[in-house]
């Protein structure tokens, strides 16, 4: 389709269900540069993000600038800091040495838009004394908007913290179990059992999806717990997956 240049191409793209090259074009550069903005140790990472020349480039408006200058606008356009980008890590412990999070999905066999909430409620209420002699933490993600946050509930201590604008749910899920181990670390208790209403992130931890890095630093600190004699499970908690999250964070 790129070797049209006339109306032809336009009709082409939309019966493709493909946006114009020229949009085509910006979509991968971003997503390129965002993928290279949580690897600093990249060669190409300087010649994106610490941009030298721009003078030069700014007095020959017709010459071929660099990637970094032509993504620059539409970065910020995107609300794009660097601040907020978490770097890419290596784990310095082989994969196959991590222990396995144990994650229980009990209360995941049924489809919240046809349950009643009051299922939940019974089911849940049911389960909990299963982990009657474990140290209960609640943990939760927010999005409001482009505002989020995220929170966890423990005996002892409630923990809340702002997120970076436009994260996004998976992300305040993620940080909140984060934090819940935060808080097992600093406790003496040895058994433990942590609510989320996030399938998708206890998945991922089940999964040791690795190459986020934020799933990699809760393996690496749940694999340091479990080390130091501590036992921890995840509960899918389907108590609150009828209620707005607005409301519990």
């Not at 999905?105 to 299963?130: A, G, H, I, M, Q």
Request: hydrophobic share 40%; proline share 5%; glycine share 2%.
């Amino acid at each position: 389709m790129g070797a049209f240049r006339t109306s032809l191409a336009v009709s082409l793209c939309v019966q493709a269900t493909e946006p114009p090259l020229a949009l085509r074009r910006i979509k991968l550069a971003l997503q390129y540069c965002l993928k290279l903005s949580a690897n600093t140790n990249k060669p190409a990472y300087n010649a994106v993000f610490n941009l030298k020349f721009k003078t030069q480039f700014d007095n020959k408006p017709s010459q071929t600038r660099p990637l970094g200058f032509s993504v620059k606008d539409d970065l910020q356009n995107l609300g794009f800091k660097k601040k907020n980008v978490l770097p890419t890590t290596v784990s310095t412990i082989p994969l196959w040495l991590l222990k396995r999070a144990n994650c229980n999905f009990s209360l995941c066999y049924y489809d919240k838009t046809t349950t009643n909430s009051e299922v939940f409620k019974r089911k849940f209420f049911e389960l909990r004394p299963e982990f009657s002699h474990h140290l209960e933490i609640y943990t939760d993600g927010s999005k409001d908007g482009i505002k989020t946050a995220a929170a966890v509930v423990a005996p002892s201590s409630v923990k809340t913290v702002r997120l970076p604008d436009n994260a996004s749910i998976f992300t305040t899920e993620i940080h909140a179990l984060d934090m819940a181990l935060d808080i097992i670390r600093r406790t003496r208790s040895k058994d433990y059992v942590v609510f989320s209403d996030s399938l998708f992130s206890l998945q991922a931890i089940e999964s040791c999806k690795v190459e986020n890095p934020l799933i990699l630093k809760i393996l690496k600190n749940h694999n340091q717990l479990i080390n130091s004699g501590k036992f921890i499970i995840f509960l899918l908690d389907s108590q609150s997956r009828g209620y707005p999250k607005k409301q519990r964070c």
